[in-house]
């Protein structure tokens, strides 16, 4: 049983910048499709950034390129979102999710069968 706990969210300003974590148990990272998501008040869930530890690829959704960056320490089964310059729209909760696949490639639609508990990004203007 794969697990993911996230943690890092809080209150910030305008321009703040902020790290969340998500730490991967109970599961090999090898061909391990990890995503962020985020999901605020009445809108829908939206994947925000994304890393295929298989060959390192990354994705991000285009309202954070430039700003986000999403990385991963295999041997700590870590998966870090540095979000910079961060605006109130970014305002939402924020997930992490996971599937392993062979050849498993970035793509928000793909099987992302475990799920964080999710860590509140709150952005005051």
């Given at each position: 049983q794969v697990q993911l706990v996230e943690s890092g969210g809080g209150l910030v300003q305008t321009g703040d910048s902020l790290r969340l974590v998500c730490v991967v148990s109970g599961g090999k990272m090898d061909y391990r499709v990890i995503s962020w998501f985020r999901q605020a008040p009445r809108k829908e869930r939206e994947g925000v950034a994304c890393?295929?530890?298989y060959d390192g690829s990354t994705?991000?959704?285009d309202s954070v390129k430039g700003r986000f960056t999403i990385s991963i320490d295999t041997r700590e089964s870590t998966v870090w979102l540095q979000m910079n310059r961060l605006k109130p729209e970014d305002t939402a909760t924020y997930y992490c999710a996971s599937y392993s696949l062979f050849g498993g490639r970035c793509d928000f639609d793909g099987p992302f069968g475990s799920w964080g508990q999710g860590t509140q990004v709150t952005v005051s203007s």
């Amino acid at each position: 049983q794969v697990q993911l706990v996230e943690s890092g969210g809080g209150l910030v300003q305008t321009g703040d910048s902020l790290r969340l974590v998500c730490v991967v148990s109970g599961g090999k990272m090898d061909y391990r499709v990890i995503s962020w998501f985020r999901q605020a008040p009445r809108k829908e869930r939206e994947g925000v950034a994304c890393i295929a530890n298989y060959d390192g690829s990354t994705y991000y959704v285009d309202s954070v390129k430039g700003r986000f960056t999403i990385s991963i320490d295999t041997r700590e089964s870590t998966v870090w979102l540095q979000m910079n310059r961060l605006k109130p729209e970014d305002t939402a909760t924020y997930y992490c999710a996971s599937y392993s696949l062979f050849g498993g490639r970035c793509d928000f639609d793909g099987p992302f069968g475990s799920w964080g508990q999710g860590t509140q990004v709150t952005v005051s203007s």
